[in-house]
């Protein structure tokens, strides 16, 4: 693909995607202002030749020197902490970097690709979503601000490639772990293996009920490789339609750390709760017809290895270290 800028490149997606790019040749450079990504997610590229890091906010105005063949627009505060402790910057990264990224793949003509994510689905009247559906999205609630500010990111994803014929590619990313997730990102996967690495209860909300859909990071990568690589420019679910209620999940987390904590039922009381989903699951027909795409590491598969890389974490920096990540 040659010369690749990563908007978003030292997260936790962004950091497997350097990872896979410059496996296969590539020149990457990683652009993050480190508010949610961090320097340990890339430490090890930087002695590669054809890796750079740039400490850089995206909605300022970005400029690269030279060519830039493919931008991948991860750059965002997807998590629940994330979004609702900095509000009117996940708006700004999702519209004004969005914007900025978009008109330096203008200039460089290169391809583009905006990571988005289900939640533009909102709470799902429809199941399981396929991408004609449009949502259920509360645009004034304390989610909206993620939800409408991705929303808004594939509009205007959209308007740059009818009104200015580039091709851009748009995927919509479902809930995604493994290695280098953040242990305090109140997502669902960490929150269950910090706590069992740590003996703590599991905490599980109302009845456990809800479901979701687990990807590991590297099917997720390869999918979001096809789709850059494709002709195709609308909207495209990146996900494992393998659906389990959180109550599962959660059991599943304890017997693969061989934890001895227990689950515990919880009620919701906070606004990370508010018009949380209750079902979530891709409908990835598109993937599979369109880029021969699906989901191949099994979930036993890649929680072994995102428990091992936690409890590896944990062990190198403490217990209250780890706590502060």
Known sequence: MGRVLITGGAGFIGSHLAD???????????????STGHPRNIAHLMGNARFRFLNYDVTDYIYVEGPVDTIFHLASLPSPVDYLRLPIQTLKVGALGTHKALGLARAKGSRFLLASTSEVYGDPTVHPQPEEYWGNVNPVGPR????????????????????????????????????????????????????????????????????????????????????????????????????????????????????????????PEDERTQDDPKTRRPDITKARTLLGWEPTVALDDGLVRTIDYFRQLFSAEGESAARRL
């Open 20 to 34: 896979r790019l410059l496996a296969e040749g590539d020149e990457v450079i990683a652009l993050d202002n480190l």
């Open 144 to 267: 909206g601000v993620y939800d409408e500010s991705k929303r808004f990111a594939e509009a205007m994803t959209m308007a740059y490639h009818r009104n200015h014929h580039m091709p851009n590619h748009i995927c919509r990313i479902f809930n995604t772990y493994g290695p280098r997730m953040r242990a305090d990102d109140g997502r669902v996967v960490t929150n269950f293996v910090a706590q069992a690495l740590r003996g703590e209860p599991l905490t599980v909300y109302d009845d456990g009920g809800r479901t979701r859909s687990f990807c590991f990071v590297s099917d997720l990568v390869d999918g979001m490789l096809r789709l850059v690589r494709s002709g195709y420019h609308d909207p495209v679910n990146l996900g494992n339609p393998t659906e389990m209620s959180i109550l599962e999940f959660a059991q599943r987390v304890v017997a693969l750390s061989g934890s001895k904590s227990k689950v515990e039922f919880v009620k």
